[in-house]
Nanobody
């Protein structure tokens, strides 16, 4: 059983940056592919980014490509989401998730394909 705890959310002005962290415990972190998702009020949870076990492969949603960077530190059991050039439409609760297999973007982008989820961290971008 893997436990995931997100942190780093907050209020930031448009154009600013935040770095989210997701700390994992209770499992072999390096054995899990990780993803970040977000959910805005009244909307479905959507894919943001994913990273393979080693960190050598990544996927991004088109809406964040070039602005967000996913990375991981297996020694610290932590995955990160660096968010730059933030926009008001990035406002959402951000969740990290884990699954045992890294696959295609069509799979990694689907919430139902993940086994473990964190509780989320709020990101609010003001205009």
């Amino acid at each position: 059983q893997v436990q995931l705890v997100e942190s780093g959310g907050g209020l930031v002005q448009a154009g600013g940056s935040l770095r989210l962290s997701c700390a994992a415990s209770g499992g072999t972190f390096s054995g899990y592919a990780m993803g970040w998702f977000r959910q805005a009020p009244g909307k479905e949870r959507e894919f943001v980014a994913a990273i393979s076990w080693s960190g050598s492969r990544t996927y991004y949603a088109d809406s964040v490509k070039g602005r967000f960077t996913i990375s991981r530190d297996n020694a610290k059991n932590t995955v990160y989401l660096q968010m730059n050039s933030l926009k008001p439409e990035d406002t959402a609760v951000y969740y990290c998730a884990a699954r045992t297999l890294f696959s295609t973007v069509q799979v990694m982008g689907v919430t139902e394909k993940y086994d473990y989820w964190g509780q989320g961290t709020q990101v609010t971008v003001s205009s």
